[in-house]
């Protein structure tokens, strides 16, 4: 069964910041990543699609890698703003594609103006 | 593109009613859905994967009977949380694949949140 981890459970910065968030999962046998976006009693933004067979993909200020031999990604955040402030949700997709995914807890992400 | 809507956004009901939950992907066809729950400060956890004209697959835990799910078309898949009891109070949130592009994205709704007095 899939585990998903995500480090740190929380986090928080000053504005301008450029920080890096973790997701490790258990089997590397994915299809694809997908790294979200969620606001307080809001539902999901998607930030970054990564597939099995890609490393990684840029989104503006977002970079979000994938090394699957060791079971991790990365999202990385360049010159942090107060408006990134959320939490920030890694899920994985196996199956073929054919699946429903499966979640970390997140990381809930403060920053400070 | 790749819109997907859900109603009611929010829904208080007493203890014994049901209630129903739309998912619709508003500009692609989703021969699947997935419908998720969260519950405070928790992650999301997949409940069943809805398909279109067939019958849902449930995940393990997650009662066929008290979550019915129905998808009769390309565009809407229904939960139904029978006879609601407090501890189904939670987040719902549905997501359709995208199987045009090749790449499985998931596309989500807001989401509703189900209170059960």
């Known amino acids: 069964k899939q585990e998903v981890t995500q480090i740190p459970a929380a986090l928080s910065v000053p504005e301008g910041e450029n920080l890096v968030l973790n997701c490790s999962f258990t089997?590397?046998?994915?299809?694809?990543l997908q790294w979200f976006r969620q606001d307080p009693g809001k539902g999901l933004t998607s930030l970054l699609l990564?597939?099995?067979?890609?490393r990684e993909q840029t989104s503006g200020r977002l970079n979000a890698s994938l090394d699957k031999s060791s079971g991790r990604s990365t999202l990385y955040i360049a010159a942090s703003q107060p408006g990134d402030s959320a939490t920030y949700l890694c899920a994985l997709c196996s199956g073929g594609g054919a699946d429903g995914l499966t979640f970390g807890k997140g990381t809930h992400l403060i920053i400070q103006p | 593109g790749a819109v997907v809507s859900q109603h009611p956004s929010w829904v208080i009901c007493k203890s014994g009613t049901s209630v129903k939950i739309e998912c619709r992907s508003l500009?692609?066809?989703?021969?699947?859905m997935f419908w998720y729950r969260q519950f405070p400060k928790q992650s999301l956890m997949l409940m069943a994967t809805?398909?279109?004209?067939?019958?849902?697959?449930?995940e393990q835990g997650v009662e066929k009977d008290k979550f019915l799910i129905n998808h009769a078309s390309l565009t809407l898949s229904t939960l139904t949380v029978t006879s609601a009891h407090p501890e189904d109070s939670s987040f719902y949130i549905c997501?359709?694949?995208?199987?045009?592009?090749?790449?499985?994205?998931?596309?989500f709704g807001p989401g509703t949140r189900l209170t059960v007095t």
């Open positions: 990564i597939q099995s067979s890609q």
């Open positions: 500009d692609f066809q989703a021969t699947t």
């Open positions: 809805s398909n279109e004209g067939s019958k849902a697959t449930y």
């Open positions: 089997d590397s046998a994915i299809y694809n």
């Open positions: 997501s359709a694949r995208d199987e045009i592009t090749g790449r499985s994205e998931q596309y």
